[in-house]
């Protein structure tokens, strides 16, 4: 599976809403892209971030800073480094830089990719928590900690495959819509086609929107 991949294929969204000319087909293909890339960013509102569903194809080196975690007794002395989506911590390498200006990272054993069921559920590691491992306080810098991993998620869930069919078909419908409203007022079946994503989309998303703000306990 590919990074930021498309969420459906042509002929299952034909299927969805019931097109046989295969004269369409560059239209429908046009319109996933589109629904795949609006869903991508409609689950990370942070600015110039998007979520995407995919994965990458071998392991990458990313950068990121690591920060103490929350607040009170109890994760005291705790740092996480907080990521984007791993798929998976096979293969999984954690390093960190020891000092200001360091150009050598020197490999940690004995981090923990939280959160610890995300396989078990189908979701993507999001943090590496230092807790008892081999180096417990990496340095306050930025990019001082290099995780080599396989980034993205396990597979596409379902519900986003679904969310993509929706939205794509929504856009199709748009391209008989010059004016952005569908349907007949006379008949009561007048739809305004807003330029966001369908509110059934949204609600389906809602479980998949990346949290925004500092990691707390």
């Not at 629904?35 to 600015?47: E, F, K, L, N, T």
């Not at 995407?52 to 080196?61: I, L, N, Y």
Request: net charge negative; charged share 20%.
């Amino acid at each position: 599976m590919p990074w930021a991949p498309s969420y459906a294929t042509p002929d299952e969204l034909a299927s969805f809403v019931r097109i046989d000319d295969v004269a369409d087909e560059i239209v429908i293909t046009a319109a996933i892209d589109a629904a795949s890339r609006m869903i991508d960013h409609a689950c990370d509102p942070s600015p110039g971030h998007t979520r995407q569903f995919g994965k990458t194809d071998a392991p990458e080196d990313r950068y990121y800073t690591a920060t103490p975690r929350g607040y009170g007794p109890s994760v005291r002395g705790q740092w996480v480094a907080r990521l984007d989506d791993l798929a998976s911590v096979v293969g999984l390498v954690v390093a960190v830089a020891v000092s200001v200006g360091a150009e050598s990272y020197t490999p940690v054993t004995g981090t923990a990719a939280l959160p610890r069921n995300a396989t078990a559920l189908g979701r993507p590691f999001t943090e590496i928590l230092f807790a008892g491992s081999s180096y417990p306080s990496p340095p306050l810098l930025a990019d001082a900690v290099r995780v080599t991993g396989v980034w993205g998620w396990p597979a596409v869930p379902d519900t986003i495959h679904e969310a993509c069919l929706l939205q794509s078909s929504r856009l199709l419908a748009r391209r008989d819509a010059p004016f952005g409203v569908a349907g007949s007022a006379e008949v009561g079946s007048e739809v305004r086609l807003l330029a966001k994503v369908d509110p059934d989309v949204e609600a389906m998303l809602r479980p998949y929107v990346r949290a925004l703000g500092p990691v707390l306990a």
